[in-house]
């Protein structure tokens, strides 16, 4: 089938390189609980957030509050609150190839500590010279109802997407007010292996092509021997 026309599934190769930097958000840990940060802060490539750039709003780096993704510790694990006082958005530049094929990954979670039990988060890939023509604009939602600092109840999301341009643009925005936003942590974007995967009206017609098939089969096993 033609590409356009296919649902893609998508495999990182093993031990794939992640082609963000610091997409755990570990860069500059400290031991305040959490810090929070606006589109005025410059991180460069050491402090909190380095590599990522503060799009609007407000974020907190969460270094002991709860614990990250990779649920070793709460005292050594940071991840990112979506919201500080109010909501807020990063993003992150990297380098693609035109026409290939990436895999998006990142855990998510909730600050349990406050409204709305239901935590909401866009993320968007989009060429860096047409940042408004995305390539991908999915939302995610979390529900922190029984969550706490040791059980946050981290789960995976990802997405694929095929660049169009030669440097592409990751980001991520809390869709909601408050200071208790949607929990990010462990950001991957991965060079993919792709296998197309027939959309349902494909599959429809494969089967009844093996459908006729069949008929032809029996009809000629049934015809008499002249």
């Not at 957030?49 to 614990?67: C, E, P, R, S, T």
């Not at 990010?184 to 093996?210: F, I, R």
Request: with cysteine; net charge negative.
């Amino acid at each position: 089938c033609v590409l356009a026309g296919c649902a893609l599934s998508v495999t990182a190769p093993a031990h794939a390189a992640n082609l963000l930097q610091n997409g755990s958000f570990e860069a500059g840990y400290s031991g305040v609980a959490w810090q929070t940060y606006t589109p005025a802060y410059s991180p460069g490539t050491t402090g909190h957030f380095a590599y990522w750039q503060i799009d609007f709003g407000q974020v907190d780096i969460i270094n002991k509050l709860w614990d990250g993704s990779d649920t070793d510790s709460a005292n050594n694990d940071a991840s990112v609150d979506m919201n500080g006082s109010l909501g807020g958005g990063i993003s992150q530049v990297f380098a693609t190839t035109v026409g290939a094929l990436y895999h998006v990954s990142f855990d998510i979670a909730g600050n349990y500590a406050g409204a709305p039990v239901t935590k909401h988060m866009d993320a968007k890939v989009a060429g860096v010279t047409l940042p408004n023509a995305a390539i991908v604009s999915n939302h995610y939602t979390f529900d922190v109802t029984g969550k706490s600092a040791t059980n946050m109840g981290w789960e995976s999301r990802g997405f694929d997407f095929i660049a169009t341009e030669s440097t592409t643009r990751i980001s991520f925005a809390s869709t909601i007010t408050g200071n208790a936003g949607m929990a990010l942590d462990n950001v991957e974007v991965t060079l993919g292996t792709a296998a197309t995967v027939p959309e349902p009206e494909t599959y429809a017609m494969m089967l009844a092509g093996l459908g006729l098939l069949g008929f032809v089969a029996r009809r000629r096993k049934q015809k008499p021997a002249v």
